[in-house]
């Protein structure tokens, strides 16, 4: 039932086989139109994926809520169902990635084999906006979040 409201998002379309990958670019965090569940909500992060011989690489950079800088999380995105590692997480250790299509894809965050967090990544307005639908999965500090970036 999402993907379907997913295809509906305005901008929402499929990629030319030729077309590089909508994700590759600089994504800066709109704290405005985003909403941290329960907060508080990093000062400024900022994503970026760059094409690579072996793939895409992702890194990101953050300023948390107190103006500290924190170490860059960085992943090979690898969308093969497998885990790989992620360095610079204070939530997991390997990330697990699956794409739906272009515009659309699931992560699966794991620390020593337990899932930790669960994202949903969405590219919209035609490849303008990038929103990451972001869960982790504690009893005891559940974290729902909505975050959105602006490509650059």
Not at 30 to 42: D, E, F, T, V
Request: hydrophobic share 35%.
């Amino acid at each position: 039932m999402f993907a379907a409201v997913v295809l509906l998002l305005p901008g929402f379309h499929v990629r030319a086989a030729d077309s590089p990958d909508p994700i590759l670019g600089t994504w800066k965090l709109n704290l405005y139109r985003s909403k941290y569940i329960p907060g508080p909500a990093p000062r400024s992060q900022t994503r970026i994926y760059r094409q690579t011989p072996a793939g895409i690489f992702c890194t990101i950079d953050t300023v948390d809520a107190q103006g500290r800088t924190q170490a860059p999380i960085e992943f090979e995105e690898k969308y093969d169902g497998k885990e790989h590692p992620i360095t610079g997480s204070t939530v997991g250790d390997a990330l697990v990635l699956t794409r739906v299509n272009d515009y659309l894809s699931e992560a699966t965050m794991k620390h020593a084999g337990i899932v930790t967090a669960v994202t949903r990544r969405i590219i919209t307005d035609n490849g303008k906006t990038l929103m990451l639908i972001y869960r982790e999965t504690s009893s005891e500090h559940p974290v729902d979040n909505v975050i959105v970036y602006d490509r650059q």
